[in-house]
């Protein structure tokens, strides 16, 4: 009779992971500094998430923690970010350069640079990282401009944001 409660308890907790929803997101931060004359783009993406989108979008199983040719993995991470992070300042389209990559516990992180060398009015931020393999993605951006700071969150399937950086 008494192990019949813990059955069920056991039984609950077995039918609510099973049914758990899982939470997707990535942060993204972009940093000028009008004295270093680039803007530095990083992208936290959980690397499982990211092995996801690498195969489904690129047909490409790449191990990111440890891959077999890391020229390889480096051009499809950069290939798939650079398809879907866009930055626009001032109204023209910028061209990100592929730092590189580090796996830090279950994120990867991804590094973007661009020169700039005029201060920046605005800037237009489409970012669909990881909308296409998962329809409650949320990416959230933090943006700063010379210490100045600004946060938004996009939401599948918002895509893009425009921030004024002119006060």
């Not at 972009?30 to 803007?39: A, E, F, L, P, Q």
């Not at 061209?95 to 516990?105: I, S």
Request: aromatic content about 10%; proline content about 4%; overall charge positive.
């Amino acid at each position: 009779m008494i192990k019949k409660p813990w059955l069920l308890l056991i039984l609950c907790l077995i039918t609510i992971s099973v049914f758990a929803h899982p939470f997707y997101v990535s942060i993204s931060t972009v940093d000028y500094s009008s004295k270093n004359k680039r803007i530095e783009i990083s992208c936290r993406i959980f690397y499982d998430d990211l092995e996801v989108a690498l195969k489904k979008q690129l047909k490409q199983k790449i191990d990111v923690i440890n891959p077999k040719n890391k020229a390889e993995a480096d051009s499809a991470i950069s290939k798939y970010i650079q398809a879907n992070f866009n930055l626009m300042v001032d109204g023209k389209a910028k061209k990100l350069k592929f730092v590189g990559y580090e796996v830090e516990e279950d994120v990867a992180w991804c590094y973007f640079e661009t020169p700039q060398s005029n201060p920046i009015r605005t800037i237009t931020i489409v970012n669909q990282l990881l909308y296409q393999d998962f329809k409650s993605q949320s990416n959230i951006l933090h943006v700063t401009i010379d210490g100045k700071r600004q946060s938004t969150k996009l939401d599948h399937p918002k895509r893009s944001v425009k921030l004024d950086f002119r006060q």
